[in-house]
């Protein structure tokens, strides 16, 4: 256990503490302790966390139940980042983001499952900021351009945190175009929208010369193309990971599209030309590359690896995402291969034990069957995202230990079709 | 991102050198009936047939074997064609009034005539419409009969019009008599013949009945024929003493023509043949006289009108002689072979050749009952609709000849043995060095097997496998049965029908449809899967036997709850024992439940195994101890579609439908079906399509990747047997592969007695107790992208395709390399990939969607032969995708190779009737009746290499720009 509940007054059971936060103690180790100030219902506990280790979200849930005598109560555990923001804690990558961003003091808030749950939201903290006396925590620079948005930007409650687009190769596009990678696995959210045939206006030595193009017809409600807010109603198709669609008919681009369906590279000529990226100074300055998530992508669930909107500029994103497209060949091999062990041995076993082997027989009828296969995790658990890619590039062995036969057993085979996981590879 | 530009190959010369020896892509024959044809003629001197099609397209016919096609640059419809007797020329009038003069000129090697050569087009006199053509035997004066009744002369080859010959009716109404000429027109030209005895001398015939004898020098009317019936068509007898024509009330009337008398009233005898009851238009006549007596009268049509209106039917009459030959499809038109000789003072006419819509029927007129002659090409390949191919090359001997026998035992009985009457032209091609044999399926639940070794396309051999089953129609249609010969049953009709031709496109029972066939060549074993989930395993017996089949019933659901089959019921079994004629007979029948479709099937005929597959599942038969081994259901749980099978407004109509009527199939997706265009049509085309570009929402498609409950995600698409590794790198056994719809593929691992790895051996005393083949789930693959597995196919150590069965174990082929990795090539729609074995990962792989945005449909591993070197070949990977264009790879790298475009896009049918061969050619279907051959290989070739003597000089005629 890293954790460690540093006794304090306020945290005495029972006792009612909103007058005691006021007087802060002084902290003589800030370097490598997180001060923690969590809430739940009317009830404040205040506590310190290792910075450098502090564990598991189960650990952390679970000292949050005890500390707040809360045991068996289903809750929700929310805190607030440093723009104010109200962000969900519910898996290790989105605890350590917060115990890495308490500045200095972690704010948590607990909800009952029951209740209403909490919207997780862009300045949803904010809107209540006058009643949680938060002005403390709000910084000058991106508060006050969330402070000017109408409305915040929904959040869903995530599972896991995942990348789901990028925009790439900005250093290499025409300013009027944009790269856009979609990453389908993991989601189980459509990719969510439609392309049609229409004429695009190029301009030539010619003159201007009208072409056929294939659009974007329809962007589907809640799709990740729509939730990524990089790709829009009528925006022009160009490109499909790397090749060139001129040419080619709507039912090409749609198979192309759907081939490479779970790792999507779009290049578009957006219709609205307003929000492209306007290369500042050098083409040199790989940052801006970066950068350019931050104009569409606000939206997009935050990743653990990609910077925080605010920050801007971050090379490695850049990097990151062009090492992704070399990859991306191989992205699709995870090709489900299952194995039956009890096959494999030529053995002694198998020849002198006839009796035993005729058991692993297939017939067409169906025996009785008692095995559970070995199921991969999700991919997409929590992962580097370097390391998740080489999980789903290898192709995922599951050997089947038991050695019971799994072909008679359909309803086994059910079972497994029926998880997502697999399938989802 | 950059690596696609990077995949590209660079060009090394060797290599493209070698490519080029290899593969060569070329249409070669078009194997089976034309489509939809509208014209005939006949060369007496090159004994050449033409046909010409609603499509333009002419080709030309004599010896089995000389063939030549010619295309207009418009797809019209050829109405008329008329030869340049002895001079390899012909005229070609089509729907849009032009007229072409085609020429047969010597093709690039040798001699050879291979091609049709038009020489140039003339549109006609755009204000009337050409009806009929008139070439005199002089070859040099063209006659055009026109729809305003005025008659044109042209000068040849030149097509130039001689105005001052140009015959109006005004010039013909001024010499009738008054009371004939009552102010009406004379109706369009109806026929134009020339004197056969006097040149320069032409009968005209005028809609209206008028007939006039023309003299072409004099320009005079020489005698007048005032018929009153409306004309059909006129035919001179050889002696030009007397002439007849035919009617339009089903009529025809003979006329003499005696010198001196301008004006005839009435024909010498009129007749209605069928009548008294209103008749049909005798549409053509002839007139052929013969030396031992009555001249043999031919027509078309002349039907009693409420009776047998809707007959297709042709009359011969010789004296007392009357058939009426009774066709399936319309008489488009038809000719006699007979002596043209001058100074012959008969016709005596040897056969008589009927060009139907849907066949081509041959009379033999010398033998006694005019029997019918069996074609060597022009086969009706659709005679019941295809539903399925199947292709076997290099045919051992011994098979081949049992075949033939066995066809010839089918055919004894139903034609004479007079020699083929179209016999022009030379074959110069060599003779086949290998037989090959194409087996096609068909919607009646027969597989016909067809000599495909050469250009011509004959039938050697049809099987029925509806005598296996009970079924609705009556159990006499038995073909051997002798009382059921059509002649003695009718002989007290009028008119005495005759059932000529063998199109039919009825289907008793849309169960029987064939869907998949395999035949293994070295045991002689067939399997036939259909429509109702039959699965009927066939040996070749020389004799006639009856006997009981074994059934077998497979459920392909299992345990599975909860589902429910809403299609049609599957066929009942014969509970007799059936008699079954020498060929192949039935062994065992495998019944799938529910009886969905067949959708693959494999044979094994070393371990006796088959395997088949359906929407629902698979299983595994052992034909020899008659047991099933396997069944497995790949179902999706939320697929609901494949459950209730057909759609339900098929299947509530669908019972009832099949007991009262018999289904008629109309011709499926035509490739070169087109409208003839009118100008009206044309105004009413654009309109239609000004008003789709207004108010149809543009098309768009969805892009989302394919889901685990696709509907007929379970669907199995490909099965295989292979002898690999699959336990470990060791040992080797028999393996049973099947991919499904949706990206599963299933690898089992196959006990079979005394196969594989020497195991029976060491497992001693214990053989006696298993004796059943046993299967054990090996390995499960799951592709990814989930796109429809296409094939699978084992290579060997080398990377080489493994042989069929029997081939290593009798030394056929070069037996497959045991030592080495062998490997597995999964072609899915979307991919092409290799994974190593018996540990599956992928080893290479082509992402052919991704790149070129088209699917796979067809996938073979061809054997490409180099034309330099004579032991060389590679093995390549054959793809047809969706767009219609073939992609060849090598193998196991997946390298591409070459592409070329082979298919139209829009030609679903004939992109899913593909097969290949193994040396690298391949078969399509271009219309219902029609096999295009075309072929891949720069070394095989299968093509007609003919030629015609002609008494011209075979270098093309210079071009002449064509005068108005």
Known sequence: MVLSAVPQPASQPGSRMSRQQQQRTPLKHSDNVVEVKSKFEAEYRRFALKRNGPGGFREFYRLLQTIHRIPGVDVLLGYADIHGDLLPINNDDNFHKAVSSANPLLRIIITKKEDEPIVFATNSLQRRKKGLGLTALRTTGSGSTHSRNKAGLMIG?????????????????????????????????????????????????????????????????????????????????????????????????????????????????????????????????????????????????????????????????????????????????????????????????????????????????????????????????????????????????????????????????????????IITL | MMKFRFRRQGTDPQREKIKQELFAFNKTVEHGFPHQPSALAFDPKLQLMAIGTKSGA??????????????????????????????????????????????????????????????????????????????????????????????????????????????????????????????????????????????????????????????????????????????????????????????????????????????????????????????????????????????????????????????????????????TLDFTSRVIDFFTVHSIEQEKEFDEPSALVVLLEEELVVIDLQNPGWPSLPTPYLAPLHSSAITCSFHISSVPPKLWERLVNAGKAQQGRQHAHGSWPICGGKNLAPPPKQQELLLTG????????????????????????????????????????????????????????????????????????????????????????????????????????????????????????????????????RLKPAPFPPGFQPLVLVQCLPPASVTAVALHAEWNLISFGTSHGFGLFDYHRRNAVLARCTLHPNDSLAMEGPLSRVKSLKKSLRQSFRRIRKSRVSGKKRTITTPTSKVQEANAALAEQEDVAPVQRRIEPRSADDSLSGVVRCLCFADTFLRDGTHHGPTLWAGTN????????????????GRACERGGAGESSVCVEAVLGKEIQLMHRAPVVSICVLDGRGKPLPDPYEASQDLAIAPDMTNAHSVLIASEEQLKVFSLPKVSAKTKFKLTAHEGCRVRKVALVAFSSTAQEDYSEHTLVCLTNLGDMHLFNIPALRPQVRYDCIRKEDISGIASCVFTKNGQGFYLISPSEYERFSLSAKVITEPLCSVQLDRPLEPTPLVKPEK
């Open chain 2, 58 to 323: 002419i080709k030309v016919y004599g010896a089995p074997g000389v063939e030549f096609t010619g295309l207009h640059k418009d797809t019209t419809a050829v109405t008329q064609i008329h030869f340049l007797p002895g001079q390899g020329r012909l005229l070609s009038l089509l729907d849009d009034n032009t007229i072409y003069l085609w020429e047969l000129v010597a093709g690039a090697p040798r001699e050879v005539v291979t091609l049709l050569h038009f020489l140039h087009p003339l549109l006609l006199l755009s204000a009337t419409r050409v009806t009929v053509l008139l070439l005199l035997r002089s070859c040099d004066l063209l006659c055009i009969g026109t729809e305003g009744g005025g008659v044109y002369f042209l000068e040849l080859p030149r097509l130039t019009l001689k105005d001052s010959q140009t015959l109006l009716q005004d010039q013909i109404t001024q010499s009738l008599p008054d009371d004939y000429r009552c102010g009406k027109s004379l109706g369009p030209v109806e026929s134009l013949q020339e004197h056969p005895q006097q040149p320069g001398k032409i009968l005209i015939g005028y809609s209206r009945g008028l007939v006039v004898l023309w003299d072409l020098s004099t320009r005079q009317v020489e005698q007048l024929f005032l018929g009153k019936q409306q004309l059909e068509s006129l035919v001179w007898e050889r002696s030009g003493n007397l002439f007849v024509s035919s009617h339009n009330d089903g009529g025809y009337s003979v006329w003499t023509v005696t010198n001196g008398n301008t004006c005839n009233q009435q024909p010498v005898s009129s007749t209605i043949p069928y009548g008294p009851f209103p008749c049909k238009a005798i549409n053509k006549i002839l007139w052929r006289t013969t030396q031992t007596g009555s001249p043999v009268l031919l027509y078309s049509g002349g039907m009693p009108r409420a009776s047998y209106g809707d007959r297709h039917c042709l009359t011969i009459q010789q004296d007392k002689e009357h058939v």
């Open chain 2, 442 to 573: 068909h919607e009646d639940g027969t597989v016909r097997f067809w000599d495909a070794s050469g250009v011509a396309l004959t039938p050697l051999y049809k099987l029925g496998t509806a005598n296996v089953f009970h079924t609705d129609c009556d159990p006499c249609d038995d073909p051997q049965d002798p009382s059921n010969d059509p002649d003695m049953q009718q002989e007290e009709e009028w008119p005495p029908f005759r059932k000529v031709g063998c199109f039919d496109p009825y289907s008793d029972d849309p169960r029987l449809g064939i869907q998949k066939i395999s035949l293994c060549k070295y045991s002689n074993k067939l399997v036939v899967a259909g429509t109702a989930g039959q699965v009927i395993v066939l040996g070749l017996s020389d004799e006639r036997s009856d006997h009981m089949v074994d059934v077998s019933v497979v459920d392909l659901l299992q345990d599975r709850e909860g589902f429910t089959w809403k299609g049609h019921d599957r066929l009942e079994p």
């Open chain 2, 742 to 757: 949706s990206g599963s593929v299933y690898a089992y691992a196959l006990e079979v007695p005394g196969v594989g790895s």
């Open chain 1, 157 to 421: 409650l995530p599972q896991n945190f995942r990348q789901i687009s990028s925009i790439i190769d900005v250093d290499i596009l025409p300013e009027t175009h944009r790269r856009v990678r979609l990453h389908k696995h993991g989601t189980h959210k459509p990719l969510g929208f439609y392309i049609r045939d229409g004429v695009s206006v190029r301009v030539t030595p010619q003159g201007v010369e009208k072409v056929p193009g294939v659009f974007i017809s329809r962007l589907v409600r809640g799709g990740l193309a729509e939730s990524t807010g990089l790709l829009g109603v009528n925006d022009e198709i160009l490109e499909v990971n790397g090749i060139d669609v001129a040419g080619k008919t709507l039912d090409q681009v749609t198979d192309m599209m759907v081939a490479n369906s779970h790792n999507l590279i779009v290049t578009v000529k957006p219709a609205n030309q307003r929000n492209n990226v306007v290369h500042r100074g050098s083409k040199t300055s790989m940052g801006n590359s970066g950068s350019v998530g931050s104009a569409g992508s606000t939206s997009s669930a935050p990743s653990h690896d990609s910077p925080s909107p605010a920050s801007q500029s971050n090379p490695i994103t850049a990097s990151n995402s062009i090492a992704e497209g070399d990859s991306d060949d191989e992205d699709d091999d995870g090709d489900l291969i299952l194995e039956n062990d009890c096959l494999a041995p030529f053995d002694s076993q198998r020849v002198t034990n006839s009796n035993n082997t005729n058991l692993n027989r297939d017939s067409p009828s169906n025996r009785p069957h008692n095995f559970t296969v070995v199921r991969p995790l999700p991919q997409s658990l929590s992962l580097p995202n370097s390391i998740g890619t080489n999980l789903s590039d290898s192709s995922m062995m599951i050997s089947n230990q038991n050695g019971n036969p799994t072909h008679t057993s359909s309803s086994s085979q059910e079972s497994m079709r029926e998880d997502g996981n």
